[in-house]
């Protein structure tokens, strides 16, 4: 059962198709001004709704997804929906809604972040383990010990949570992030090249 201090699984859904449709634009190399002359769509008007300022109607959803050719609930499914193999319900805690994508016991969690525009005041926290953390949208503000990093879409870091740590949104739009949660001393081992045989 919902508190009545979560948020609405359709209020989770809505803050997430601004960052979907920002990432779906970049991830198509597309301009905003590109997109407003396909779709018909001012730019401030398409800037607004990737940024959480403007609410997705219909009205801009169906020119945008013909443009992109896909369809509709590519742009506003919730996230476990459609040809997705986990399909998992979000636990939200302190208004960010937190995706589990483990779905069997392991030293290893995975998981998705969404955290609205609103969650933009430092908090930081200490706990065991060591985390990797990758920018699916929007712009990450890192405060780790006395540093400060703003990371990008498509960038990561990895960090022991040992050390006072907090991230959330940078500037005026909500943030999506994966992450990777090890035990103490457990790093994250990216390979980027072919094995060796």
Known sequence: MRRMDEPSPIVITLAQVGPRLRRIRTQRG???SALAEATGISISTLSR??????????EVLLPIAQAYGLPLDELVGPVGS?????????RVHHGRAHFSLTDR????????????????RPEPCTHEGHVWLYVLSGRVR???GGRELVLEPGEAVEFDTGLPHWFGP?????VEVLGLLGGQGERI????GPLSR
């Open 189 to 192: 081992h990216v390979r980027t």
């Open 49 to 58: 709704l990737e940024s959480d300022r403007r609410r997705a109607s219909l």
């Open 82 to 90: 459609g040809k997705s193999r986990i399909h998992t319900r979000p």
């Open 105 to 120: 016991p392991s030293p290893l969690k995975a998981w998705k972040l969404v955290i609205p525009a609103s969650q933009n």
């Open 30 to 32: 597309l301009t905003l």
């Open 170 to 174: 940078f500037g005026g739009s909500a």
């Open 142 to 144: 890192l405060v780790l």
